[in-house]
């Protein structure tokens, strides 16, 4: 079972309070019973003595005590106290019992049968409905044994009251202690409440996506070495420091590689385009070549066309990643769809291109350029990665967002390549031959793309069905 910390101080502060507090009851309570019984010993000492006194006297039995009574006059002696029991036993038979009840008046009682065990030693001993008597014995001279006894009734009623008081006390203190300690502790783990905020605040942040962050910190007043929290706040604070320092050092060489890259593919395309121009002036410059040479500058051509493409490819996805503004306008995707299939088909017409286009307009903000780039690199995809005879379908759904899907039923992404299939240069085995000529940029771009409109690009492949899924927002006009 899973207890907070502050429940857990609190019930086990309480449970110590009252493990203690009836630890001291029970001591206090056998203390004053023991001390009870002692007094009341010592008086029933007493008694037995004023007893065994006033049997000895030869005036022992006054005229106007009834001749039963006689026997137990010594319980009427002066100084006992009213409820005095006193017994008269003469060889081993109780001859009669009584207590005194009022102003020299007794009345008889039925006596135990354990009154003979009774010692000079005062012992407790049971009278029936009266309750229990401390009693102690003494001889008279003339033989008989007269026990001499005071109820316990007063001790009980005094440990009774002890105990109600004690428990009342106890009862009132845990709950004092439980209210007190519920502030307390719930003022004391409060500044715990505030780190762990802190760090809920923090692992909310989208870190995976490499920009420098500011993090939140604990407060100040939560950091103070001199409390066991402080300590825990000002280790959290040093290390979310670390953190940030860590993720702007990142992001600082991240910014310059991106930096480098769209510099470097920015610089070589006039290179290659002196290349592919200077290829292409060769071939139609009307000198003549042998086989080889022709061969070689249609080579130079397709490979510097290919250089070309990857270069582009690369200075777009340094651009996406550098956050550089879309061209964003509200715009038709419909058209653009028909245009990106036509291409298609235009450069792959063995395989069956068809289109499901919704009623409506499929409108969202999107920048014309980089969505035809998305669907041509999505088609062209369907069409290289697929033999001739393949049927690509695209389709736009509308619902809360526009969604586009490119489907075909060719063969399928490879297995390993799945996973990673948006990842930079992920390509199949199959596209390294220069026939398909891909660089495994074309997702990669695809996704950079579309989240940079705020939307999202999904896959599922199995061989005879492979479905790309773009979502984006939908502008409602
Ligand atoms: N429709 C598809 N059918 C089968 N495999 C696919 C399909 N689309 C993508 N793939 C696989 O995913 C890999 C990655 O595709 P991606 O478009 O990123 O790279 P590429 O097509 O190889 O190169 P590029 O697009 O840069 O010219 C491809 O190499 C291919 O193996
Ligand atoms: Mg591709």
């Known amino acids: 079972m899973t207890v907070s910390l502050e429940t857990k101080l609190v019930v086990s502060s309480i449970a110590l309070l009252a493990a203690v507090s009836a630890v001291i009851a029970t001591a206090t309570t056998l203390l004053f019973h023991d001390f009870l019984i002692d007094r009341l ?23 106007s005590t009834p001749p039963q009574a006689r026997e137990v006059s010594f319980l009427l002696s002066p100084g006992q106290a009213e409820g005095t029991f006193g017994a008269r036993i003469r060889e081993g038979v109780v001859r009669r019992a009584a207590v005194l009840t009022g102003i020299a008046t007794v009345s008889e009682v039925a006596a135990p049968p354990s009154l003979a065990t009774v010692t000079r030693e005062p012992v407790t001993v049971g009278l029936g409905p009266l309750g229990d008597y ?44 439980a209210a ?25 942040l989208p870190l995976a996506n490499g920009h420098a962050v500011r993090l939140a910190r604990v407060p100040e007043a939560d950091t103070d070495p001199r409390t066991e929290v402080g300590q825990v706040g000002g280790a959290l604070n040093r290390m979310l420091g670390h953190v940030e320092t860590a993720f702007a050092v990142r992001h600082e060489s991240e910014t310059r590689l991106r930096r480098f ?15 592919v121009g200077y290829a292409e002036l060769t071939r139609r410059g009307g000198e003549r070549h042998g086989p080889q040479t022709t061969h070689a500058l249609g080579r130079i051509r397709s490979e510097a066309g290919r250089m070309t493409t990857l270069v582009e490819d690369l200075l777009l996805l340094a651009r996406l990643d550098a956050g550089r503004p879309l ?34 307009p499929a409108v969202v903000l999107g920048d014309a350029d980089r969505l035809h780039q998305v669907m041509s690199n999505l088609l062209a995809n369907a069409r290289t990665h697929t033999p001739p005879g393949t049927t690509v379908t695209a389709t736009i759904r509308l619902g809360e967002r526009v969604c586009v899907e490119v489907a075909d039923d060719g063969p399928g992404i490879p297995a390993h390549v799945l996973p990673q299939v948006f990842g930079r240069f992920a390509r199949g085995d199959g596209s390294r031959s220069r026939l398909a000529g891909g660089s495994g940029l074309g997702l990669a771009i695809v996704s950079a793309v579309t989240a940079a409109h705020g939307g999202r690009v999904d896959v599922r492949s199995v ?7 773009l979502d984006l927002p939908q502008v409602v006009r």
């Open 41 to 63: 010993d010592s008086q029933v000492t007493s008694a037995a003595h004023r007893s065994t006194s006033a049997a000895a006297q030869p005036g022992d039995t006054p005229g």
């Open 261 to 275: 890259i769209a510099d470097a593919s920015h610089e070589l395309r006039t290179p290659l385009a002196s290349i």
């Open 134 to 177: 401390r009693m102690a014995a003494a001889r008279t001279p003339d033989g008989d044994l007269l026990v001499t006894g005071l109820p316990l009734a007063g001790v009980t009623s005094m440990l009774t009251r002890l105990v109600i008081v004690e428990a009342a006390v106890t009862l009132a203190g845990v709950a004092l202690m």
């Open 180 to 204: 007190a300690c519920t502030v307390l502790v719930r003022r004391a783990v409060r500044p715990l409440g505030r780190l762990a905020a802190t760090a809920a605040r923090v692992s909310e």
């Open 327 to 360: 061209d964003l306008v509200e715009l038709d995707l419909s058209p653009l769809v028909v245009n990106a299939v036509s291409d298609a088909y235009a450069a792959a017409p063995r395989h069956r291109w068809l289109i499901n286009l919704p009623d409506q």
């Open 463 to 469: 061989p005879g069905d492979t479905v790309f899924t």
